[in-house]
């Protein structure tokens, strides 16, 4: 059955892409996490969202160019007729290019994909997408890593810190100023930030941040569940360089898988670059195994 591509529609739209994304994670990357990314300014502009519907309305893919994270987030129903990866490919190709110029342009996009999805593979080079993997000193490429239900240890804090979920809309400028300094980058608006409070898959109790004695903020880490299936996912997870040497992101990881399996999370989730070191022993030291090696493909924009 052929598709038709049609404009963004506001929240429904975003219940739909959410969903298709569920109902076939071992085809995509972004799954668990997506209330977080689905939340991010790139939607502002409903020209940086594209949707394709078969006949009968079904949604069968949709993209979204996310400036942000410099990434094409898509997601493609397996049942949808050949050719349509490569007409998304060509949207996004035409929307970076309408966009340079303006505060949503990118000199280089990035799209996620798995090593073995060789026809996704094939429709990106063929589009001028190119592997990060290898390609010297500036390889970049990730991990999808998942830790099975197993007890969790109880992790020490450092005297005067504590643990606690993040204080509403009351809270959310504090946690932008750290966000950006944690990440060094601007990207987190104070208007992001509150949409994910008010995504139905959003549970207040996993939205935690790490309290320093003086009352600053010191770290963050947010969990979320897939409300179809027992699994959840963390994203994302920081701290301020000043207290990095406390432990503080390892208790903030434990704390929030505690609080994941007790919503009833069997498997957890999370994506990391496979450069960073620090982040890799962190997660492996909790528990977490390599489960899917996430190749980048990469296209440039003058």
């Not at 591509?5 to 969903?19: H, I, N, V, W, Y």
């Not at 394709?52 to 997601?75: C, E, N, S």
């Amino acid at each position: 059955m052929p598709t038709t591509q049609r404009s963004f529609r506001g929240e429904p739209d975003l219940r739909a892409m959410a969903a298709l994304a569920r109902a076939f994670p071992a085809d995509h990357l972004r799954v668990i996490d997506l209330p977080w990314r689905l939340s991010s300014w790139a939607l502002d502009n409903p020209a940086n969202v594209a949707l394709w519907v078969d006949g009968t309305d079904q949604l069968m893919a949709w993209a979204v160019l996310q400036a942000p994270f410099w990434t094409i987030d898509y997601t493609i129903h397996p049942g949808a007729p050949a050719g349509l990866h490569a007409q998304l490919l060509t949207w996004a190709d035409a929307r970076a290019r309408a966009v340079l110029d303006t505060p949503d342009s990118r000199p280089a996009w990035f799209v996620t994909v798995f090593p073995d999805q060789a026809a996704r593979i094939r429709d990106l080079e063929a589009a001028g997408f190119a592997c990060q993997a290898d390609v010297g000193e500036d390889s970049w490429s990730k991990v999808f890593m998942c830790r099975a239900r197993a007890p969790i240890e109880e992790q020490p804090l450092p005297a005067g810190f504590t643990i606690r979920p993040l204080a509403g809309d009351a809270e959310v400028e504090a946690y932008v100023e750290l966000q950006r300094e944690v990440f060094e980058s601007r990207n987190m608006t104070v208007a992001w930030r509150a949409r994910t409070l008010s995504r139905p898959e959003y549970v207040p109790e996993l939205d935690l941040v790490a309290v320093a004695p003086d009352g600053r903020l010191a770290g963050f880490c947010i969990g979320w569940l897939d409300p179809n299936a027992p699994r959840g996912q963390i994203e994302p997870l920081g701290v301020r360089a000043e207290y990095r040497q406390f432990g503080l992101g390892r208790a903030l990881l434990f704390e929030c898988l505690r609080r994941l399996q007790a919503h009833g999370a069997q498997d957890i989730y999370v994506e990391t670059d496979n450069y960073r070191n620090a982040a890799l022993e962190l997660y492996e030291s909790a528990g977490f195994r390599v489960l899917r090696d996430v190749w980048l493909y990469r296209k440039d924009y003058e």
